[in-house]
């Protein structure tokens, strides 16, 4: 069944055209990614399908009785209502009902017999059947389950306005998953995401039975959630099966293929012209005949349409300094906290040359405040570090804080590398793809990909052998996104990143460092997918995705952990929260059973009462029992750190 279906769209404005005759239609189910570079008019496109832009010409057709969800719809704001509230009240019908039900128990408490209490009866009982019907029983419990996935547990007693820009779009993304509409549009969907609710989200998109639409730019993303890909280029779209690296090798198959016909029939154009041109100067009436014959085969022929040019791209290389020392940075027990919020504690760390260490984790666990630190924008609370012998640091802010609003964008670059010519400064803008009036544009009025790409053109233009990189990739389409890859290929200095892309991580990590809130930073050494095949070797634990009791550890330290007394304590902890999870086990059973009894007993507003009371008294057990279960994880994870 056709889901959605885009027929010869157009878009203009004046004598500028944004889309020209774009047609793709997905089914049901289908999941569709839809890129292009900054620009070439992707959110426009979804804003025409949600009825938002008019298009100049063509047809948009949604199946019947298709409820669409789009990001933009659930913007929040700044309500006063708290993060649940908020996210609660797409089930306000729902909460309606509760009252109305609520209503009706009391007035039959108060109206024992009678015909009026049995219509009363007759009326509650089907309320209470289309309130478990419609999930009533569920909705708060999925609410709590969608914020604690977003990141946004800690803040569910919050008002909304006090968010960030980013806490709200969570708040925004959380109310549209809550709607389950039948056709899901999200734009740029991983943006202000830590990388455990991104990993998450792909979850719960590709087990989501619904048509789902993607605008990104996160390559790995689009890998692991969409069947088809539509690529917006130069005002036209084009529709490929498959993945975003499937696509990206239909499309190089597809301008290779079409290049080697182009240049053959160019080839052949050329000689039949020739041969054109040499019967034609011999003159005579054979020849003429002869001319004339392969004009008409030439007029006849079927041109081949030369590709067309790519976007320009970004196009860029590093200036390394002379090679570092071997060490190129020693941290030493380095803790850090902002007021009672400790980010992180006990970091110890050695870099060496040529490493390309990357640094991941969730929102809030210290990762930018780390490369701060580093370039002496803060100050640690305590711990130690320093720079190697003949290390020069280049540095990428991710707030663009290097940046002064009020100054061009010519300006910018020029006032920091005085010794270069005007010549010299335009043309490197133009590698940036600051052209024409661009260069005259105030910063403050530029766009989150042009501040990317100013921000880069400065940092390559001084010679460095040590790239601290915060969040590169942001607000970069995926061209600029390869241009800053093949660029780091290029590198032949030291790496530390601070990235959430994990098609970049998954390139170019040779070391990892994942933080988290409160806890020392784990080290890994190796690449990116041997990071996460580690991590699936962990021990699995209720309500902690990426809890690690443990690292591996060499021959001599296994000997250590096998003493007695050491094998001891590690055994007992082992114990103590194999037991712990059986209990968790035992009692989400057990709330579970309720859930079928309200629904068993849904008629009988006294004994639901009395197994609301349980589901209450058993899920603040359960809250307890996880409070002592994550103390004695965290007593486990300290004991292993000690040991090693």
């Known amino acids: 069944m056709i889901r959605l279906s885009v027929s010869d769209v157009t878009l203009s404005y004046g004598v500028d055209t944004i889309l020209e005759n774009i047609s793709f239609s997905i089914d049901e189910n289908d999941k569709l990614g839809i890129i292009g570079v900054n620009g070439a008019g992707k959110s426009s496109l979804v804003k025409i399908i949600t009825g938002e832009y008019k298009m100049t010409d063509g047809n948009v057709y949604i199946s019947k009785d298709s409820k669409i969800g789009f990001l933009d ?55 209470r059947e289309q309130y478990a019907r419609d999930g009533g029983y569920e909705f708060r419990s999925k609410t709590r389950g969608i914020i604690k996935q977003l990141g946004l547990e800690k803040y569910i007693d919050s008002p909304v306005s006090i968010l960030s820009g980013g806490q709200k779009t969570a708040v925004a993304m959380g109310r549209l998953l809550l709607v389950e509409p039948e056709l899901l549009i999200l734009d740029e969907p991983t943006n202000h995401l830590d990388m455990d609710s991104v990993e998450w989200l792909e979850e719960y998109i590709k087990n989501y039975r619904k048509t789902v639409i993607i605008v990104s730019h996160d390559r790995y993303f689009l890998d692991n959630t969409v069947n088809k890909i539509f690529e917006i280029e130069n005002t036209h779209g084009k ?93 030493r027990n380095m803790s850090m906290s902002f007021g ?30 780390f490369l701060k630190i580093l370039r002496g924008i803060y100050q640690s609370d305590s711990g130690s570090f320093n720079f190697g012998s003949n290390t020069i640091v280049g540095y990428y802010d991710q707030e663009y804080q290097g940046l002064t609003p009020e100054k061009t964008v010519i300006d910018e670059l020029w006032d920091t590398f005085e010794n270069m010519t005007h010549t010299q400064v335009r043309s490197l803008l133009a590698l940036f793809l600051f052209k024409g009036d661009d260069i005259e544009k105030k910063v403050e009025n530029l766009s989150g990909g042009e501040k990317a790409r100013l921000t880069l053109a400065k940092l390559i233009s001084s010679k460095v052998n040590v790239l601290l990189l915060d ?13 800053l890859e093949d660029a780091l290929e290029g590198f032949e200095g030291t790496v530390i990143v601070v990235s959430h892309d994990r098609y970049f991580i998954k390139k170019y990590a040779t070391k990892i460092i994942e933080m988290t809130p409160g806890a020392p930073p784990f080290e890994y050494v190796g690449t990116y997918t041997n990071f996460l095949e580690y991590k699936k070797r962990l021990p699995d634990l209720p309500s902690k995705p990426h809890a690690s009791l443990q690292k591996e550890v060499t021959s001599s ?11 001891s304590v590690r055994t007992r902890l082992e ?70």
């Open 575 to 644: 114990k103590k929260i194999s037991r712990m999870e059986e209990d968790i086990s035992k009692t989400e059973k057990k709330i579970s059973e309720c859930d079928d009894d309200m629904l068993k007993y849904a008629t009988d507003y006294v004994k639901l009462s009395e197994i609301q009371d349980m589901k209450n008294s058993l899920e603040e057990t359960l809250s307890q029992i996880y409070a002592k279960w994550e103390e004695c994880v965290n007593e486990y994870e300290k004991f292993i750190k000690n040991a090693e």
């Open 557 to 567: 330290k296994e000997q250590y952990l096998l003493s007695k007394e050491q094998k």
């Open 73 to 127: 719809q659930y913007a929040v704001g700044n309500s006063e209502l708290t993060v649940f509230e908020e996210m609660l009240s797409v089930f306000q019908p729902l909460i309606d009902l509760e009252i109305r039900i609520s209503e009706l128990e009391q007035k039959m408490q108060g109206d024992a017999e009678g015909q009026e209490h049995l219509d009363n009866a007759g009326i509650y009982a089907e309320l």
């Open 239 to 331: 529709l490929y099966n498959g993945n975003y690296t499937s696509y990206a090798e239909q499309k190089r198959k597809d301008r290779e293929i079409q290049e080697h016909h182009y240049n053959n029939q160019q080839k052949e154009i050329a000689r039949i012209e020739a041969y054109i041109e040499q019967q034609r100067r011999w003159n005579r009436e054979r020849n003429i005949i002869a001319a004339e014959s392969r004009q008409k085969a030439l007029d006849r022929m079927v041109k081949v349409d030369k590709p067309e040019q790519l976007p320009d791209k970004i196009r860029f290389s590093f200036n390394n300094a002379s090679p570092s020392g071997n060490d190129v940075l020693s941290v």
């Open 471 to 483: 969040e590169p990739t942001n607000h970069l389409d995926i061209n600029s996104r390869e241009a």
């Open 340 to 369: 009672e919020k400790e980010l992180f504690r006990d970091f110890s760390l050695e870099v060496k040359r040529g490493d390309k260490l990357f640094i991941v984790g969730s929102n809030g666990s210290g990762k930018s405040t």
